[in-house]
Nanobody, 114 residues
Framework: QVQLVESGGGLVQPGGSLRLSCAAS????????MGWYRQAPGKERELVAG???????NYADSVKGRFTISRDNAKNMVYLQMNSLEAEDTAVYYC????????WGQGTQVTVSS
């Protein structure tokens, strides 16, 4: 069964940091590019960071220089290090293949507020 489990979200002050983790089933992880997506209230879900199986990364302009995506192929894990967080980063964060090909997980809430 395909499964994505995100974790690591929480409440953080502006300028703070969080590290998100995603555990993915091996069947969807092997040789697939993976991505972190987010959906803010009233907005559509958007891709904010992607990483190929071999480690090539790309980022949305809004997070470039602040977020870092990484993966551990041996553990079927994907991570998102988020630094210098802003209120506009408040959203539910999801991981999935990039482009998306499987059902969404439950996501993890990130709230940036003082």
């Amino acid at each position: 069964q395909v499964q994505l489990v995100e974790s690591g979200g929480g409440l953080v002050q502006p300028g703070g940091s969080l590290r998100l983790s995603c555990a993915a089933s091996g069947s969807i992880f092997i040789f697939n590019a993976m991505g972190w997506y987010r959906q803010a209230p009233g907005k559509e879900r958007e891709l904010v960071a992607g990483i190929t199986h071999y480690g090539t990364t790309n980022y949305a302009d809004s997070v470039k220089g602040r977020f870092t995506i990484s993966r551990d192929n041996a553990k079927n894990m994907v991570y998102l290090q988020m630094n210098s967080l802003e209120a506009e980063d408040t959203a539910v964060y999801y991981c999935n293949t990039a482009p998306r090909s499987v059902s969404w997980g439950q996501g993890t809430q990130v709230t940036v507020s003082s």
